[in-house]
């Protein structure tokens, strides 16, 4: 059990650094994708909704940190995240790709939207914001573009064997 940690320590630490270093300042009609949500998202569907809960919790807990407002908003809404779709993918059969891909574009769009929700209901206004639904689409069709590599480091950070590949 401690090898996993380690490894998912080692991709939670890589994933904030190319956030901060690189993603933050990518623009795409000026929404920066978030890679955070991704691997949220990602250990849900490769380690069960427990491991979702978790990693979401912590990359949440990091993202809160880069971001002005209530601290613990992204950890709630990334943790929630985690969990639903890792409840979602153990009750699907996942033997095509697109099914994953899908999963993290649903994912993505439900981990932005309930940001704004959340953040709504702490007084930021979020779901008012006329570029919502841009960012929604943006976040989503980026992580689903770019899922696949970041499913293969969660698996190998669940090392996870044959039976749960996503191949």
Same mark, same amino acid.
Request: charged share 5%.
């Given at each position: 059990m401690r090898g996993v940690g380690v490894r998912w320590a080692a991709l939670l630490g890589t994933a904030f650094v190319l956030q901060v270093a690189f993603l933050g300042d990518l623009r795409i009609f000026g929404v920066h994708p978030d890679l955070m949500l991704l691997v949220a998202v990602a250990a849900g569907l490769i380690g069960g909704p427990s491991r979702g809960a978790t990693v979401g919790f912590v990359v949440g807990l990091l993202v809160d940190l @880069? @971001?002005?407002g209530r601290l613990g908003t992204s950890a709630l809404a990334?943790? =929630?995240v985690g969990f639903g779709i890792g409840v979602a993918g153990e009750s699907l059969m996942?033997? +095509?790709r697109w099914i =994953?891909? %899908?999963l993290v574009m649903a994912g993505s769009a +439900? %981990?932005?939207v309930l940001y704004a929700g959340l953040a709504h209901l702490l007084g930021a206004g979020s779901l008012g914001d006329p570029r919502l639904l841009q960012i929604v689409v943006i976040v989503a069709v980026f992580n689903g @573009?770019?899922?696949l590599p970041v499913l293969y480091l969660a698996q190998w950070a669940e090392d996870a064997g044959p039976a749960t590949s996503y191949r």
């Open positions: @880069l @971001l002005p990334y943790s =929630l996942r033997s +095509a =994953l891909v %899908g +439900a %981990g932005v @573009l770019v899922c």
